[in-house]
């Protein structure tokens, strides 16, 4: 990531860790077929809770919540919540859940770099990821739960980053199971793009107002975009084809 006086971005993660008190808010958007959890089940998550070591899972110490589109359908979107473990100053790997709570669905995963290394990535691997100016700067890209200071020492670390993300649960068409395969999604790039509704209707679950925290971060320098990056704004559309023939036309 680019140098700035800001806070190193582990030190931000780990006061994020510390401070953090949103969640249990927002539930699933699905309800996952099967039998109810039997007691045998539960003693036996019970005892592997108790028993068994999680790194990779409590290096997931940093929630962010924000909104993804499919790439190539721009006015299908959905409200992602965040669960990033930072690897170092350049790379940062999150679980992407379609709520908050303990049955919340994972949707997918998403990879984020620093400019510095987006830089090295070759033009067609560069069409895969989407920027993070917009989301910063225009509130929509929250931690929620931290002090203010921190969030916005937190954004001024990401506003330089640049994101791949995939879904392989489409909560918003596959209300049962995960069907289909990985699609491509993509982040807002300007104004008017994300459904006001939608914002709105996170921001009151949250009670945050991102209209207020877009006026917060007017004094996080917005970077030019890298070459390369949000490539569905020239017209470069990338899905995986579906072999189930599932139509993931919106």
């Known amino acids: 990531m680019t140098d700035n006086p800001t806070q190193p971005l582990a030190a931000v993660a780990m006061l994020a860790l510390l401070s953090a008190c949103a969640g249990n808010n927002s539930p699933s958007n699905v309800e996952a077929p099967g039998k109810p959890t039997k007691p045998s089940t539960r003693t036996l998550e019970a005892g592997a809770a108790l028993l068994q070591s999680r790194p990779p899972i409590d290096a997931l110490n940093a929630y962010l919540d924000g909104f993804h589109f499919y790439n190539g359908h721009p006015d299908v979107q959905m409200e992602a919540h965040h669960y990033c473990a930072i690897l170092n100053e350049e790379v940062i790997q999150c679980v992407i859940y379609d709520g908050n709570r303990k049955d919340a669905k994972l949707m997918g995963v998403e990879y984020i770099i620093s400019e510095a290394q987006f830089n090295t990535l070759p033009a067609p691997e560069k069409a895969l990821w989407h920027s993070h ?105 990338i899905q995986i084809a579906d072999p189930t023939q599932k139509a993931h036309r919106h």
Do not use: C, N
């Open 133 to 237: 100016v917009h989301e910063v700067k225009s509130g929509q890209l929250v931690a929620p739960g931290i002090p203010e200071v921190a969030e916005h020492a937190l954004m001024e670390k990401l506003v330089h980053t640049y994101g791949k993300t995939w879904h392989t649960w489409h909560t918003d068409l596959d209300k049962r199971l995960p069907l289909g395969v990985p699609q491509l999604m993509m982040g807002f790039t300007a104004d008017g793009q994300a459904d006001p509704r939608m914002v709105a209707e996170r921001d009151k679950r949250l009670g945050i107002d991102s209209t207020e925290k877009k006026k917060a971060r007017a004094d996080i320098p917005a970077p030019p975009i890298a070459p390369g990056a949000d490539a569905w704004r020239q017209g470069t559309v």
